[in-house]
């Protein structure tokens, strides 16, 4: 369940302190009771596919017009969301990639090597990863498929020797895979991954979603139009929020109704995938529609193409991936803010960093902050 706000009224309040006390007792109260009641209705799935407005009520969610009047305060009164079996440290979770690949956008293969993977891994561990997403198979834009023997190779080794790093023994750290195929995410789960990351949300492989509830693992299914070979011939949309939105709806319905835990299902727009940038913009622009669906949101849009192109030289050409680590930064903040579960990224710390300063500006100053 995503962090909830409270609008607790404009600043120049017209009554004394007790009544206002009272008043904020007693909205705490009925949000605690509206919400227990949809916990119940929806099976613990706070899914919204209607308008922002507060359907249920007849209220809107933020007054007539829309917007906050001016002065309100707005204050997070309940927690961010939680996958069972995946840590729980209460802020937005820091994901670090691990490309065995030699083909990625992103590293270009730097940690295509067994060992280079394993120092990689540790020192995303040390700068204080909370997951650690280890993949085979590149799904960069035109990328072609791998051999499933080949993906196995690849990842299976690396999980299985970071599975005994003492971070991921006394649970600080979890490892995911990063697949599409089911007989992967077995042996990968076998091998020590708590977290299936499948960026198909379950569509490449009709073993995979029955696979993930047999093994009662937690589960990310991604915004998916087809393979990276042909998915930008997909970007098309009449309006890409609210059709991105529909679509993991019916993608959480599949996998629910198939048997994955409602605790352990985690949804993901797809940023880049089978999105032009203005697509990746607009749903940027409008995360609290995707929050609709009741479900832990992962952000995943690490030094992705559509950033190079914003910091494009003078002459237009986008800045390399490894260029785009500050600007990933900067919508790691955006995430947090908007209360996302977890942010995937290649590098780890400036994002842990980034989540730390908007976790600070959120809490109320207590005798002993500075």
């Known amino acids: 369940m995503r962090g909830r706000v409270k609008v607790a009224g404009p600043s120049n309040w017209c009554g004394n302190e007790a009544e206002r006390d009272a008043a904020e007792r007693d909205e705490a109260e009925r949000d605690e009771a ?3 009641e949809a916990e119940r209705d929806r099976g ?13 009520t007849g209220r809107p969610a933020c007054g007539a017009t829309g917007t906050l009047p001016r002065g309100t305060r707005v204050t997070r009164v309940t927690e961010l969301p939680v996958v069972a079996g995946l840590p729980a440290p209460g802020r937005t979770l820091v994901m670090g990639v691990i490309n065995v690949t030699p083909d990625s956008f992103s590293d270009g293969g730097s940690f295509f090597d067994h060992d280079a993977a394993l120092r990689h891994g540790r020192e995303l561990i040390a700068e204080g990863a909370d997951i650690l997403d280890v993949g085979g198979e590149s799904t960069r834009p035109g990328a072609a498929r791998v051999d499933p023997e080949e993906e196995l190779r690849r990842t299976i080794p690396v999980i299985r020797a970071l599975a005994d790093e003492p971070a991921i023994r006394d649970g600080r750290t979890a490892i995911s895979v990063d697949t599409m195929r089911a007989a992967t995410a077995r042996q990968a789960y076998e091998a020590g991954a708590r977290l299936i990351n499948d960026v198909s949300g379950g569509q490449a492989d009709p073993a995979m979603i029955p696979t993930a509830a047999e093994l009662g693992c937690a589960y990310v299914q991604m915004h998916w139009r087809g393979h990276s070979v042909d998915m930008q011939s997909r970007a098309h949309y009449q309006n890409v929020v609210t059709e991105v939105r529909d679509e993991l709806a019916r993608l959480a319905d599949r996998a629910l109704a198939a048997g994955i835990r409602a605790d352990r299902l985690v949804l993901d727009p797809g940023f880049g995938f089978a999105k032009t940038g203005e697509h990746n913009w607009q749903l940027l622009q409008h995360l609290d529609v995707l929050h609709e669906l009741g479900r832990p949101l992962l952000f995943a849009a690490s030094r992705k193409r559509f950033l190079g192109t914003l910091l494009a030289d003078p002459d237009g050409n986008p800045r390399p991936p490894l260029g785009r680590d500050d600007a ?7 995430a947090a803010q908007h209360d996302f579960w977890a942010v995937r990224v290649h590098t780890v710390r400036p994002s842990r960093d980034a989540i730390a300063v908007v976790d600070r500006l959120r809490r109320t100053p207590g005798p002993g902050d500075s």
């Open 328 to 334: 990933t930064t900067a919508l790691t903040g955006w």
């Open 34 to 36: 509206e919400r227990h």
């Open 44 to 56: 613990g799935a706070h899914r919204r596919t209607g308008p922002p407005d507060d359907a249920h």
